[in-house]
């Protein structure tokens, strides 16, 4: 068997020794990236922090993240009973700043009213808004 010789001498057993025990040194790949070898993973550190910045980015500041979330539970609580809406007696179904946060509002329950969307989108930060069912 000449064919299996062969391909035997072109793995030497001290390499395959050392492959298969236990200390295997960790294999390094090429960044997906910039193709600089890298045993961090797909990228090397340099890509992947930069990735990681540009996510940050798409998802906003923590702070922007935070607002958001703390707008959702208070919205989820001011519209758990099914409320009307405070301005026109609809029903509502989004949560409005009595004092618009432009103007100093707080994002706090008690600064928060059951809105219906019409009325939200149009009244936006304008103090003066009148509900339309209270127009002369
Ligand atoms: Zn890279
Ligand atoms: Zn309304």
Redesign the pocket.
Known sequence: MGRWRSSSLTRPARCWSSWAGPHRPVSRRP?L????L?RQGS??G??GAKRQAARDQQRGSSSARGLGYRHRKLREIVLADSPPCHWCGDPATTADHLVPRSLGGSTTLDNYVPSCRPCNSSRQDNPDWIPPNQRP
């Open positions: 960044c990236d910039c193709g600089v890298t990228r090397c340099e890509c």
